[in-house]
C-alpha cells in the first residue's frame, strides 16, 4: 500500500465525516423549524438550544483539529474520536426532545435514546485514551487495565440492547413518551469508573505535564460529571454533552495556544541548530583557491532541519589533504549533536600529527566508545590525499564504496575493505589501502541516502543508477558531478517525501 493511497484515503473519510458533521447541524436545524419552537416547552427549547450550539462549535473543533491531526500526527487523534462522539450525543439529544410524545415516532425515539445512551461510555473510553496519550503513559499495569475497560465497554454496549427488551435504562411508551427506568443509575456506572481511572491516571502522573494542562484535564473530569449528576436528579435536562463541548472547547483553546508557543520555541531551537550544523561543514567553494592540484565540490541536503550526515576536508600540511564523509545513525537532533562530536574528534585527531587513516579511525572509536551511552554509531570513509604525488591512503569504516574515476576509465564502484563503524565497540583495528590518483582522475563520495533515495513506488534508486548519473557527463567538474546525481535522483523519486539526509563530495585530482 502507498502512502499516496493512504493519503487519499484519509482525504475521503475526512470528507465524507465533514459532510456528516454538516448534514447533521442542517437537518436538526430542519427539524427545529418544521416541529416550531413556540409549540416546545420552556425545558425542550433550553436543551435544543443548547444542542444545536453545541454542535455548531463542534464542527468548528473538528476542523481545527483536522488541521492540528496534519501539523502534529496522533496527538490529536483521540481528541477527534471524542469530539465526534460528543456531536452525536448532542444530536441524539436534540431528535429525542423532538420526538418525545409522538407516537408515530416511537422507534425513531428507542433507536435514538439507545444510540444516545452508547455515546456515554463510549465518550468516557475516549477520554481515558486521550490522557493516556497526553501524558505519555505506558505500563503493564495501565495496559491491564486498558483492556479491562475495552471489555467493559463491550459490556455496556450489551447491556443497551438488553434494555430494549428490559426497559431497564429507560423506556418509550406506546404513547412515544421516554421514561427514565429504574436501573438508570446503572446505565451511568461505566462512566463514571471510566472517569475516576482517567482522574487517578492524572493525578498520578500530574508531573509529565505542566500544571495549566493538568488543570484542563481535571476540569473535563470534575464539570460533565457534576453536570451528569444534576442532570439525572433533575429530569427534564440533558445538559451533559452541551457542558462537555464547552469542556473540549475550552481544552483545545488553551493546549492549543500552548503547543503553538512550545513549536514556536522548538522552530527557533531547529533553526539555531541547522544554523550552528552548516556553519560547521565548509560550503564555500572553491574550498581552496590558491590550490591549482586539485578541485573539490561536496552538499548536504538533511531530511530533517537537521541531520546526522557530514563531510568535511582540511589541510593537514601543505602537502596533505584529508577528505571525509560520514553516516551518523538516527536522525534530528540527537543525530546533529553525534554528528559535531564525531566531526571535532576526526578533525583534532587527524591534525594531531603524521597518522594513517587507519591509525586516526582507531583512535576516535575509543574516543566515541568511552561513554557512548546511548550506543550511537557513525560510518566513516577517511582519506588522506598526497597531493605533491596523487597517493590517496584511505580507511572505510562501515562507510558506503566509493566511486573512483581512474584514467580513461568511467566512473565505477571501488569495494575497499571495510572495518566496523566507529562507536560499535572498542579495540577495532581498521586498515589503510591506496590508490593512485593521475590528473584527471576523481573520487566520489556520498552517504546512503544517494542509493537508498526511495520513488513513491518504494522503489530505491540504487549504485548503479548512481554509476550511471555519475557517467553522464564523467570528465565534468565536481560541481557538475554532483548536479547530475542530484538531478537523477530527484526524477527517479518524482517529488516523493525524502527519509534520509543526502550528502556528497566529488575531488578531481589535477596533479602539478
Not at 461505566?190 to 476540569?219: D, Q
Not at 548503479?464 to 548519473?469: C, G, H, L, P, T
Request: with cysteine; aromatic share 12%; proline share 4%.
Amino acid at each position: 500500500m502507498t502512502e499516496s493511497f493512504i493519503d487519499k484515503k484519509k482525504r475521503v473519510d475526512v470528507t465524507l465525516t465533514s459532510l456528516t458533521y454538516i448534514g447533521l447541524i442542517i437537518l436538526s436545524i430542519f427539524l427545529v423549524w418544521k416541529k416550531g419552537l413556540p409549540n416546545l416547552q420552556d425545558p425542550y427549547i433550553i436543551n435544543v438550544s443548547i444542542d444545536i450550539f453545541g454542535m455548531l462549535v463542534g464542527y468548528i473543533l473538528f476542523i481545527c483539529a483536522l488541521i492540528d491531526i496534519q501539523k502534529t500526527g496522533a496527538n490529536y487523534k483521540n481528541y477527534l474520536y471524542l469530539l465526534n462522539v460528543t456531536f452525536l450525543g448532542l444530536f441524539c439529544d436534540l431528535v429525542s426532545w423532538l420526538v418525545d410524545g409522538d407516537p408515530s415516532l416511537r422507534l425513531i425515539n428507542i433507536i435514538d435514546n439507545t444510540v444516545y445512551y452508547v455515546c456515554m461510555p463510549t465518550a468516557a473510553f475516549f477520554f481515558w485514551l486521550y490522557v493516556r496519550n497526553v501524558l505519555r503513559v505506558e505500563s503493564k499495569m495501565i495496559n491491564i487495565i486498558g483492556k479491562i475497560m475495552q471489555w467493559l465497554l463491550i459490556v455496556a454496549m450489551i447491556s443497551r440492547i438488553v434494555n430494549l427488551k428490559t426497559g431497564m435504562f429507560f423506556s418509550v411508551d406506546e404513547a412515544g413518551v421516554y421514561t427514565r427506568g429504574p436501573g438508570y443509575q446503572v446505565s451511568m456506572i461505566y462512566a463514571y469508573l471510566t472517569t475516576i481511572a482517567s482522574l487517578v491516571l492524572i493525578v498520578k502522573y500530574r508531573k509529565n505535564l505542566p500544571t495549566y494542562k493538568i488543570v484542563i484535564l481535571l476540569l473535563y473530569v470534575i464539570v460533565p460529571t457534576l453536570a451528569g449528576i444534576f442532570a439525572a436528579r433533575v429530569y427534564g435536562l440533558s445538559i451533559s454533552y452541551g457542558v462537555i463541548m464547552l469542556i473540549l472547547l475550552f481544552m483545545y483553546c488553551v493546549l492549543n495556544i500552548a503547543q503553538g508557543r512550545e513549536k514556536a520555541m522548538v522552530d527557533r531551537e531547529l533553526s539555531m541548530a541547522t544554523a550552528i550544523q552548516e556553519g560547521s561543514i565548509p560550503h564555500i567553494f572553491p574550498a581552496f583557491p590558491g590550490r591549482k592540484e586539485f578541485d573539490l565540490f561536496a552538499s548536504m541536503d538533511p531530511a530533517k532541519e537537521v541531520g546526522g550526515d557530514f563531510y568535511d576536508y582540511f589541510l593537514i600540511d601543505d602537502d596533505h589533504l584529508a577528505i571525509v564523509m560520514a553516516d551518523v545513525s538516527g536522525k534530528g537532533v540527537p543525530a546533529a549533536l553525534f554528528m559535531m562530536a564525531s566531526k571535532i574528534m576526526i578533525g583534532n585527531t587527524s591534525k594531531l600529527g603524521k597518522m594513517d587513516p587507519a591509525a586516526i579511525l582507531q583512535t576516535v572509536n575509543e574516543q566515541i566508545c568511552d561513554g557512548n551511552t546511548q550506543e550511537m554509531f557513525v560510518t566513516v570513509w577517511l582519506g588522506i590525499l598526497e597531493i605533491s604525488t596523487g597517493k590517496l591512503t584511505a580507511a572505510n569504516a562501515g562507510h558506503e564504496y566509493p566511486a573512483v574515476k581512474l584514467g580513461d576509465k568511467n566512473f565505477e564502484l571501488y569495494k575497499d575493505k571495510h572495518g566496523l563503524v566507529i562507536g560499535g565497540m572498542p579495540g577495532v583495528k581498521y586498515t589503510d589501502y591506496e590508490i593512485m590518483l593521475k590528473p584527471g582522475d576523481a573520487l566520489f563520495l556520498y552517504t546512503d541516502g544517494v542509493p537508498e533515495a526511495t520513488s513513491a513506488d518504494t522503489e530505491l534508486f540504487g549504485t548503479d543508477r548512481m554509476i550511471e548519473a555519475l557517467n553522464r557527463v564523467p570528465d565534468a567538474a565536481p560541481e557538475d558531478v554532483l548536479a547530475n546525481v542530484r538531478s537523477g535522483v530527484d526524477s527517479f523519486v518524482k517529488g516523493a517525501e525524502q527519509f534520509d539526509d543526502l550528502t556528497m563530495l566529488c575531488l578531481k585530482y589535477r596533479g602539478n
